[in-house]
């Protein structure tokens, strides 16, 4: 099963997403995305990881997001992946520019494959503004695309606000 969480920042995404990862009893793996590049970011860390329990298996993987699934994925396991748009600023950030485009492509193309349960956290991004900087447009658009196409794939797709979980697709539990 493949569930993607969408919400704004503080919106309640990562707790839903470890309160569902807890209450499958399965073996969780989570997978951290964050870069840890000013003392403000090492604070959200250090939070989250204090949020975990101690017994999931925890990878930082800023990057390659595909090949550590594909590395952890077993049966009768969830995968919680935080955070997918943390991801695309740093894939957007890369040298190499065309890295962001390959890595989503995976991401899409090994998700239906995989036999652990996947739960997918992202911020909500195009429900304000239009950005005024390129950058920050580029960000908003793939995210945006990358949301699109994940919701076509997921079993279940939920919006979280105020954390109260709205299900946009999927069964209603």
Not at 123 to 135: A, D, F, R, S, W
Request: charged content about 20%; overall charge negative.
């Amino acid at each position: 099963m493949i569930q993607l969480i969408l919400g704004g920042a503080r919106s309640g995404k990562s707790r839903l997403a470890e309160q569902i990862a807890k209450d499958s009893n399965l073996n969780v793996a989570y997978i951290a995305t964050a870069q840890a590049f000013d003392a403000e970011i090492s604070q959200r860390i250090q939070h989250h990881q204090a949020q975990r329990p101690a017994h999931w298996t925890v990878i930082e993987e800023p990057l390659y997001l595909a090949n550590c699934l594909i590395e952890l994925d077993q049966p009768k396991q969830v995968i919680l992946v935080d955070c997918l748009t943390l991801w695309m600023s740093n894939l957007l950030m890369h040298e190499n520019p065309e890295l962001q485009m390959h890595q989503c492509q995976k991401l899409l193309d090994i998700l239906p494959i995989l036999e652990a349960d996947v739960i997918l956290v992202s911020n909500e991004t195009g429900l304000g503004v239009v950005p005024k900087g390129e950058i920050s447009r580029k960000f908003v658009d793939e995210s945006g695309r990358l949301h699109q196409q994940l919701g076509k794939i997921a079993d279940k797709v939920m919006f979280c606000v105020a954390g109260f979980p709205m299900i946009l697709k999927g069964e209603k539990k």
